[in-house]
T-cell receptor, first 112, second 113 residues
Framework: EADIYQTPRYLVIGTGKKITLECSQTMGHDKMYWYQQDPGMELHLIHYSYGVNSTEKGDLSSESTVSRIRTEHFPLTLESARPSHTSQYLC???????????FGSGTRLTVV | QKEVEQNSGPLSVPEGAIASLNCTYSDRVSQSFFWYRQYSGKSPELIMSIYSNGDKEDGRFTAQLNKASQYVSLLIRDSQPSDSATYLCAVNNLNNAGNMLTFGGGTRLMVKP
């Protein structure tokens, strides 16, 4: 079944650790996105990609980085996690022709 | 002014009533409009899309679009407690490269038994 997958679902790590949040989709979508969302708050776009080797920063300043080496894979990396990075991270994708986004289940990150 | 505006709520309706959720947008050239449902702690789920003026019905959900007034709404008939969630309005923004969606802040709906 075509879908979008995020791992891990939950992550608790110590300050200063390097982490990578994984996102993969099997829908053949060209466009992929990372959002950050705190509980009860709105979505904030932090990174997006229109295809392989294309990455852009979003509206919200973020200390994370992304890569897009394969169409289906769009990982997000934090080189040195801080408590201020505690949040839910949502990955989404959409087709080249537009239309709505499909979201993954999200990763809830807690930095202690 | 935000590009996509929604009343944050909470909007409280009794079970069985019609819930009416509203969204206004600022970009006149927007062409695609979406409603997402997000349960607490979960990710957004696409429930309706609408592209032309008028009404679009899908089960208990009806999306209404008025491009002249830059207004899109979602009606939920026979509201159920399971409809309690945050509803996000999203608008295709042609001013952004790649036709990205701009999301509103969401309206929290509470359906009381």
């Amino acid at each position: 079944e075509a879908d979008i997958y995020q791992t891990p679902r939950y992550l608790v790590i110590g300050t200063g650790k390097k982490i990578t949040l994984e996102c993969s989709q099997t829908m053949g979508h060209d466009k992929m996105y990372w959002y950050q969302q705190d509980p009860g708050m709105e979505l904030h776009l932090i990174h997006y990609s229109y295809g392989v080797n294309s990455t852009e920063k979003g509206d919200l300043s973020s200390e994370s980085t992304v890569s897009r080496i394969r169409t289906e894979h769009f990982p997000l990396t934090l080189e040195s996690a801080r408590p201020s990075h505690t949040s839910q991270y949502l990955c989404a994708s959409s087709s080249r022709t537009g239309g709505g986004y499909t979201f993954g289940s999200g990763t809830r990150l807690t930095v202690v | 002014q935000k590009e996509v505006e929604q009343n944050s709520g909470p909007l409280s309706v009794p079970e069985g009533a019609i819930a009416s959720l509203n969204c206004t947008y600022s970009d006149r050239v927007s062409q695609s409009f979406f409603w997402y449902r997000q349960y607490s702690g979960k990710s957004p789920e696409l429930i309706m899309s609408i592209y032309s003026n008028g009404d679009k019905e899908d089960g208990r959900f009806t999306a209404q679009l008025n491009k002249a007034s830059q207004y899109v709404s979602l009606l939920i008939r026979d509201s159920q407690p399971s409809d309690s969630a945050t509803y996000l309005c999203a608008v295709n923004n042609l001013n952004n490269a790649g036709n990205m969606l701009t999301f509103g802040g969401g309206t929290r709906l509470m359906v009381k038994p």
